[in-house]
């Protein structure tokens, strides 16, 4: 599944149905356009939050069957009600923008759960409303899988996260294996912070396991994407051991190697 810079959602995979990537691209320019209001350039926080307010009264406009007023929000507009899309995931997502301006730590792995529920599980529950299979069962599997991603992606990203002073490891955790703060802006690996980041990528590669029969109920495309995209995220995890825990050092990144030994897992996937 190709990610691009907004890297919860897959956009012009070549596996998605051609009649769903206009309804995809405006999801994500949706997407990507708000998060970039909360992550890039140097505007005041301040700013940002008020620019993020505007995209919620947007989505009020939406609601309240008021004329979008923005390209971007016209496309949205017609997206929702060609497909009946609910409004809550987009303001889960706005809600997870607006958190990452003001908050940079999380004390509790429940906390960053939380987080996640907004900041990642909405897009799997907007790609199982256009395929039409967003049943319970499906998004709570759904859910999981998103939130595991999310946290993959914090792993995997500690010290892009660290240069912009923000930590997503839950402070209990860096406390019962005994690493502090300061180790971590220092990019300091030893035995404490191996035993941490084993902890964590079992602990992801236990909720994405646990879920990954989502994959194989689902029909068709969604189903090869979605094995993909597990595929994708559990070979991240391997990656991270493979380099002992040094992110800092080697970010791991999917390669064409990758993609091929990725494909043959997907194929066996029972």
Same mark, same amino acid.
């Given at each position: 599944?190709?990610?691009?810079? *907004? ?5 012009? +995979? ?13 999801? *994500? ?18 700013? &940002?939050?008020?620019?993020? %307010? ?15 007023? +923005? ?12 497909? =009946? ?20 730590? *999380? ?10 529920? &907004?900041?990642? %599980? ?7 409303? @256009? ?7 499906? $998004?709570?599997? +759904? ?7 999310? $946290?993959?992606?914090?792993? /995997?990203?500690? #010290? ?22 300061? /180790?971590?802006?220092? =990019? ?14 079992? &602990? ?5 396991? =646990? ?45 064409? #190697?990758?993609?091929?030994? @990725?494909?043959?897992? #997907?194929?066996?996937?029972?």
């Amino acid at each position: 599944m190709p990610i691009n810079h *907004y890297e919860n959602f897959p956009v012009a +995979s070549l596996l998605l149905p051609a009649r769903l990537r206009p309804a995809v691209n405006a999801i *994500y320019a949706f997407a990507r356009s708000a998060d970039d209001i909360a992550d890039e350039g140097d505007a005041s926080a301040d700013q &940002r939050l008020r620019e993020l %307010n505007a995209y919620e009264a947007a989505l009020d406009r939406i609601e309240q069957g008021h004329a979008a007023d +923005s390209q971007l929000f016209q496309a949205l507009q017609q997206v929702i009600a060609e497909y =009946g899309l609910p409004l809550t995931p987009f303001r889960d997502l706005l809600s997870a923008f607006k958190q990452d301006i003001v908050t940079t730590r *999380y004390s509790q792995f429940s906390d960053l759960l939380d987080y996640c529920r &907004r900041s990642a %599980n909405p897009v799997g529950a907007l790609m199982l409303h @256009l395929y039409g299979a967003a049943n319970p069962q499906n $998004l709570r599997d +759904s859910d999981a899988i998103c939130s595991a991603l999310q $946290l993959i992606n914090f792993w /995997q990203d500690v #010290a892009i996260d660290g240069d912009k002073t923000r930590i997503y490891l839950p402070l209990e955790d860096l406390q019962r294996f005994g690493v502090s703060q300061a /180790q971590l802006a220092g =990019g300091t690996v030893d035995h404490a912070w191996r035993r941490l980041m084993e902890f964590e990528i079992q &602990r992801a590669r236990s909720m994405m396991t =646990g879920a990954q029969d989502l994959a194989l109920r689902l029909p068709g495309r969604i189903g090869w994407e979605l094995r993909l995209v597990i595929q994708g995220g559990l070979r991240i995890l391997e990656m991270l051991e493979a380099v002992d825990y040094d992110m800092f050092r080697q970010r791991p990144k999917l390669g064409k #190697a990758d993609w091929l030994l @990725l494909a043959w897992r #997907a194929l066996r996937m029972r």
